[in-house]
Nanobody, 121 residues
Framework: VQLQASGGGLVQTGGSLRLSCAAS????????MGWFRKAPGKEREFVAA????????YYADSVKGRFTISRDNTKNTVYLQMNSLKPEDTAVYYC???????????????WGQGTQVTVSS
């Protein structure tokens, strides 16, 4: 599967953005989807994930209550709605797809190219 993320940009503190990740192929619904981010000088970190049908979602504590992950399997797209943005949310955001786990942990084998989100104070 190939992934194309979009929707990043510059926003003020407290603002909102919606990221999109479009997937190629006809098997999108068979992938568990996630969003990750990497800020300068920091390790890449998990942001949110969503199960195959969208029935289950998972969030990092730092974004819980502010971000919402969703998917539309008819459009092969996963979204990340980001509200109440903070300067510490500034990062390159990546979408990723997974169809396996290793040792009980989900492995993401397919990654998009990333989209920059910058939150000004």
């Amino acid at each position: 599967v190939q992934l194309q993320a979009s929707g990043g940009g510059l926003v003020q503190t407290g603002g909102s953005l919606r990221l999109s990740c479009a997937a190629s192929g006809r098997t999108f619904s068979s992938y568990f989807m996630g969003w990750f981010r990497k800020a300068p000088g920091k390790e890449r970190e998990f942001v949110a994930a969503i199960s195959w049908s969208g029935g289950s979602t998972y969030y990092a504590d730092s974004v819980k209550g502010r971000f919402t992950i969703s998917r539309d399997n008819t459009k092969n797209t996963v979204y990340l709605q980001m509200n109440s943005l903070k300067p510490e949310d500034t990062a390159v955001y990546y979408c990723a797809a997974s169809n396996r786990t290793v040792g009980g942990y989900r492995e993401y084998d397919y990654w998009g190219q990333g989209t920059q989100v910058t939150v000004s104070s």
